[in-house]
């Protein structure tokens, strides 16, 4: 194999992968907020919609992207969480199960 071949395939199987992990991330579904594992941990998909009275140790700058349970960039509009291992939740998110250790 000659050095442009094999750049091409190496090129060919690192696209193919990348593309097949995008696609078998959007088929991931979103937790609902009414879910009953969602419901049991409060969470919310917008963290500034937590109820504070319910949730006393909520903080403002508090959400799942900087959560270290998070599972996805900061940057990431949805991603996984180790709580839903089948359904991605809200970057800006939050849950009572919140931790940044």
């Known amino acids: 194999m000659n ?3 094999r750049s ?3 090129f060919s199987i ?21 879910d009953p594992a969602a ?3 409060g969470y919310r998909e917008d963290a500034a919609k937590v109820d504070k009275a319910k949730y006393p140790n ?3 700058e508090q ?3 900087n959560c270290s349970l998070y599972q996805g960039k900061s940057t990431d509009a949805w991603g996984g969480c180790t709580l839903f291992n089948d359904k991605l939740v809200a970057g800006k ?3 009572a199960s919140y931790t940044n250790m």
């Open 93 to 95: 998110g939050w849950c």
């Open 39 to 41: 419901v049991a941990v």
């Open 58 to 60: 909520y903080a403002a």
């Open 14 to 34: 690192g696209m193919g992968s990348a593309l097949w992990l995008a696609k078998a991330r959007a088929d991931v579904p979103h937790l609902s907020e009414s």
């Open 3 to 5: 050095p442009t071949r």
């Open 63 to 65: 959400t799942c992207a």
């Open 8 to 10: 091409f395939m190496i």
